[in-house]
């Protein structure tokens, strides 16, 4: 090939708590204002794709799309040891489901000249649907395998994994480029450095939009999104319900004993 | 919307589609073809190139919506076994293809695996559309990916419902991008509106208390996956009747080898089928909390559940872990021990008959859900009950 393995992993910013606004005027999340934290299964991301430019050498590079204080991960992330990062943002992205954020994302990884590998985590934790990484291997015309969970070997050409299954695991090579996503087995995250948490404060994180991705409005955004929420209601409480008050201790020998005349539970033991 | 792509594994920079493109737009760029901005996604480069390494997503046509027709169920299937989800999507498909009066159809792919469409049949399926060949023996996500996006595009169904399984997690976001539709995960319901004969898809959202109902108004097929046990399946039904039809593959290719399949699960846990269920979140305060939450559970024969937040904090494995993204029970008894009852908890366990929650907020959400709720310290609560247990059972 001829430039070194290029390796890229996706990281997202979520909201911390679970105490998330909604903007009424469009139905999607208010990120402004709300404490933020990279997404926990990125941090595996993170590791995953450390261990790999070990192994293989070459280029590590962060990327995220989301409103302009995601900067912060991707400084985080510097802070890991990634080489350099990217922040993918424009106000036309707000409102993107799975699909047209994969449109973003591969726009930005063609914009930084391709990838060998995509590392990508499991899911994110506020959206949970686990879709962008194989729409996004997709987009970019690659393989790709999801819920790794462990890497047994990696070179320019090539990559063997343990692919999660729910009767156990495969072993499986996929020929790159090609993306995988991780889970929490592929290894405990390693802390920032010293030296990376100072390049961290002085880095400057680049940006991009809609302008430099040449993507068109009607392919982001909301207009890009084919799902849409119509409706977000809370689901209401269920039928009977009882308090048992008093001290615990009563409380505790109380509830058994109605368990026990109601027949759910049964003295056979 | 979007443009073409590029496989880059397969394209050799040939320029067929450099030149058969009317618009201009593609280029090729060190032996590898590139679309540029102004793809109308017309599928002439497709057409002429000679390594199959170039396709269109399907694009969006006026009346796609009405155009499109029919239910569909990918039919996973892992050496033979099609697993349970299957049958319940069969059923709520089934239910949905009557609300719209259209066919219902399963979707079956894999190696010798013809046999399966008799029982897809008797679960409701009125087709099953088979891919059959010694090279999709093994799920292989692009190669299946690829024969379940060309059925679709031959074929048009409206919706394509698959299970939220390792398999069907890892397929539908694939398959959503090469057909340039929307895909929703993990519902919990789906309906047919209507009036405007289209689906409504429900989910807990936005990692908060909060359900939201989705829909994807232009673009076909609506996709959506499902867990396992959240829908409910129809009866079998041997007398029912129905036709299997062979899907054509072509030019099959994958950058995917299966090197070894190992059979292991890591912790054997059959929350599914337990009568009783005692869940430990994270009011518990560590993982020795768990201690308890066992001692109960053999204590009424049952099995021991948990949150996500729970699982997270590392204090007990995933095979225990119970609501959207885990497992959905629906035990006779349900006990939540230091659990809030976070919606995506909730939606795991709210049709178990009785549920009993312990936690020290008053405010805490599970006692909207619970039957009998005690406001207190577990680490009391729950010593007394196995004592009243014990005095009761050694009367």
Known sequence: MERDMRIVVCIKQVPETTEVKLDPATGTLKRDGVASVMNPFDLFALEAALRVREATGGQLVAITMGPPQAAEVIKEAIGYGVDEGLLISDPAFAGSDTLATTTVLAAAIRHLGGADLVVCGKQAIDGDTAQVGPGLAARLGMGHVAFVKAIREVDESKIVVERQSDTGYEVVEMALPGLITVLREIGTPRPPSLKGKMRAKRYQVPNVGAGELGVKPEEVGLKGSPTQVVKIFTPPPVGERRMIEGPEESAGRQVVDILVEGKVISLGG | ?395
């Open chain 2, 1 to 395: 919307m979007d443009r073409a792509i590029v496989n880059e594994r397969k394209c050799t920079g040939c320029g067929a589609c450099e030149e058969a493109c009317p618009f201009g737009v593609i280029t090729v760029e060190d032996e590898l073809a590139v679309v540029g901005e102004g793809c109308t996604l017309c599928g002439a480069c497709e057409d002429v190139c000679p390594e199959g390494a170039i396709s269109v997503p399907q694009r969006e046509q006026e009346g796609a919506a009405e155009q499109a027709s029919g239910v569909w169920v990918f039919a996973e299937q892992r050496e033979g076994v099609v697993p349970g989800v299957v049958f319940e999507l069969l059923g709520v498909g089934r239910r949905l293809a009557e609300a719209l009066g259209e066919e219902l159809g399963a979707v079956l792919v894999g190696h010798e695996v013809g046999e399966l469409a008799g029982e897809l049949i008797a679960w409701g399926a009125d087709v099953v559309y088979v891919a059959d060949d010694p090279a999709l023996k093994h799920f292989r996500e692009d190669m299946y990916a690829e024969v379940l996006a060309r059925a679709i595009r031959a074929k048009r169904p409206a919706i394509v419902l698959a299970g939220a399984t390792a398999i069907g997690r890892s397929l539908m976001p694939r398959v959503q991008v090469l057909v340039g539709t929307g895909l929703t995960a993990d519902c919990t319901g789906l309906e047919i509106d209507q009036e405007r004969r289209i689906l409504l898809q429900t989910r807990p959202a936005f990692g908060g208390n909060i359900m939201a109902t989705i829909e994807c108004p232009v673009r076909r097929p609506q996709m959506a996956t499902v867990r396992p046990r959240v829908m409910k399946r129809l009866g079998r039904d041997s007398a029912r009747t129905g036709r299997v039809e062979r899907l054509e593959l072509e030019e099959l290719s994958s950058v995917i080898q299966v090197l070894e399949v190992v059979r292991a699960l890591e912790d054997d846990v059959d929350l599914a089928a337990a009568d009783v269920v005692v869940t430990g979140g994270r009011g518990l305060g560590s993982a020795e909390g768990f201690k308890l939450v066992r001692e109960l559970a053999e204590a009424l024969g049952g099995v021991v559940g948990a949150t996500r937040g729970a699982v997270d904090a590392g204090w007990i494995g995933h095979a225990h872990q119970v609501g959207q993204t885990g497992k959905t029970v629906a035990p006779k008894l349900y006990i939540a021990l230091g659990v809030s009852g976070a919606v995506q908890h909730v939606v795991g366990m709210q049709a178990a008959e009785t549920i009993v929650a312990v936690n020290t907020d008053p405010n805490a959400r599970i006692f909207e859900v619970a039957h009998y709720g005690i406001v207190g310290d577990l680490y009391k609560v729950v010593p007394a009950m196995l004592e009243r247990l014990k005095e009761l059972r050694g009367a």
